[in-house]
């Protein structure tokens, strides 16, 4: 009688080669797939997904000392770091900036001056060059998401709109929960800080809004779309302009397609369930519905016969907002003096026949009636951000200012 064989068990490496073309696939899929699945999970949270669209906890005030302007190429006491408050007892942190040529005029007495943040910046005397020039322009810049008011590229920025004209001086603040302000960012919140920001620059400033124009840049076109309607929609005021740059048409749907960096989708793999997608797009918490406000201010413009310069300037190679965000903007904007009943062939069409191609696939597109003026203009570079700091906008500000005017002083 034969003793029946026992199998000796695998040895484990055995094993490990048996298992491993299963588990190694299985542990590629699942694990971002589980990863995904959290990052959902969480962004559903209010507080979570504000931290994440806004990013301004992520920022460079550990080794950069932003009372300190000069760090990044500005005159000494150029810039006047002050304070602002909002209607709710929020504290912004603000830099006024003199156009270059106008503080060479006064270099010995301001570069005089104590540096740094000032009390009441009413009592100095780069507060009193912008007030009591009343031909003086005053940009205001509302920066985009992440950091702080000196990231990046927004120095640049601030350079090349103060550099060329004695009389644009400028305006750029964090909002609540950005760099030194004090808060946490919603989209009223940051509404509230605009209407502040506007509010010091016409009533204790004494710029009038026909010498301000507005520069949004990616989550600042939203912050200027809603400032704007409450201004110019609801209080009939009439800005020199409005300049966005790599704007959007709302946040669900610019969300929709987003990529981080321009390389991960944020929730572009929600869209391949309509009814994922759905959900998603409802647990929003700060909209930023800038086509309809777009929508809505134009046409009460026209109906009151009022004044406006709209001008959206995006880079063709934005890797983060797509540039046919801005096609939704365009398009919104004019509606609110056509309607919403044109189709999207008749549209184009018309569009085209206002549209003047600079090669490269760029563009720009007009679109005038009465005193109401619409303008789309593409570019081949720039990117996201370096776009800020190109020419394109610099010549949309002066545009809005009025060309005929002395552009060097």
């Known amino acids: 009688m034969s003793k029946a064989r026992t199998r000796a068990p695998s040895p484990p490496s055995t094993m490990a080669s048996t298992l491993a073309p299963i588990l190694v696939p299985s542990l590629l899929v699942g694990l971002p797939l589980g990863l995904y699945s959290l990052f959902l999970g969480l962004s559903a949270i209010p507080s979570f997904q504000r931290n994440f669209l806004y990013a301004h906890k992520i920022h460079t005030l550990w080794w950069k000392d932003i009372d300190e302007p000069e760090q990044w190429g500005f005159a000494k006491n150029q810039v006047t770091p002050f304070h602002l408050t909002t209607s709710d007892n929020e504290t912004l942190y603000a830099w006024h900036i003199l156009p270059l040529p106008l503080y060479a005029q006064h270099e010995a007495s ?14 100095t005397e780069n507060f009193r060059l912008l007030r009591d020039d009343p031909a003086a322009k005053l940009i205001i810049s509302f920066h985009g998401n992440a950091a702080q008011l000196s990231q990046g590229i927004r120095p640049r920025h601030y350079h090349s709109l103060t550099s060329l004209h004695s009389r644009y001086h400028l305006l750029t603040l964090d909002y609540r929960g950005f760099g030194l302000s004090t808060g946490s960012p919603t989209e009223e919140g940051l509404i509230r800080d605009a209407v502040a920001a506007i509010t010091w620059a016409v009533n204790t400033a004494g710029v009038s809004p026909d010498r301000i124009v507005l520069v949004g840049h990616s989550l600042g076109t939203a912050v200027v779309a809603a400032a704007v309607e409450e201004f110019t929609g609801k209080r009939g005021w009439n800005f020199a302009g409005v300049v966005c740059v790599a704007g959007f ?21 929600v869209g391949w369930w309509p ?9 929003v918490v700060d909209k930023w519905e800038s086509a309809a406000r777009w929508r809505g201010v134009v046409r009460a413009v026209k109906e009151r016969r009022g004044r406006l310069r709209l001008s959206l300037v995006h880079a063709r190679d934005d890797g983060d907002i797509p540039w046919r965000e801005d096609n939704g903007v ?6 609110g003096l056509v309607g919403e009943g044109v189709g999207e062939e008749e ?28 303008r789309q203009e593409l570019v081949p570079h720039g990117g996201h951000n370096s776009v800020l700091a190109h020419a394109p906008v610099v010549t949309a500000v002066m545009r809005a200012f009025g060309l005929d005017e002395e552009t060097v002083v």
Request: aromatic share 8%; hydrophobic share 45%.
């Open 249 to 269: 048409r709302s946040l669900p749907e610019m969300l929709a397609g987003y990529k981080i960096g321009g390389v991960v989708p944020a929730l572009r793999p």
């Open 347 to 374: 549209f184009e069409v018309a569009k085209k026949r206002g549209m003047v191609v600079r090669g490269k696939g760029s563009f720009v597109a007009t679109w005038r009636e009465g005193d109401v003026e619409i």
């Open 110 to 123: 301001l570069s005089s001056q104590p540096s740094g943040p000032v009390p009441d910046i009413t009592a």
């Open 330 to 335: 365009f398009r919104a904007a004019v509606e």
């Open 275 to 283: 009814w994922l997608r759905e959900v998603a797009m409802g647990c």
